[in-house]
């Protein structure tokens, strides 16, 4: 279970560190969450699917080039999905995705905050 919750404390930290440089590809966001997770490869194709179509509508969001009026969007898009996601875990992923949840939340938080 440590070993567990390292690896996925890991995900989030290299997560948000290349965040600054740009939202993660599908294909970087579904590995984060099949290493920190350990999904079973039924998990993998259901949340590809999830995850996929989320970075459609994020790109979509931010093709007009308004950050300020994209952000409260994406936040709502980013929460609608990780329920989605959240729903095919076990109870143990679940709780391992909601911590990174709560880091990737409070990222967002600072982000908006102007980093502060």
């Not at 931010?62 to 109870?91: R, V």
């Amino acid at each position: 279970m440590k070993k567990l919750l390292f690896t996925a404390l890991l995900a989030i930290g290299v997560s948000a560190a290349s965040f600054a440089q740009g939202p993660p590809s599908p294909e970087e966001e579904l590995a984060n969450l099949k290493t920190s997770l350990t999904l079973t490869d039924a998990q993998v194709a259901k949340a590809k699917v999830i995850i996929d179509a989320q970075a459609k509508s994020r790109d979509s969001i931010f093709q007009s080039g308004d950050m300020q009026g994209g952000f409260p969007k994406f936040i709502a898009l980013m929460n609608t999905n990780s329920a989605k996601i959240k729903a095919l875990l076990t109870p143990e992923q679940a709780a391992i995705y909601q911590k990174q949840i709560d880091q990737r939340n409070e990222m967002f938080k600072r982000f908006q905050n102007g980093g502060n």
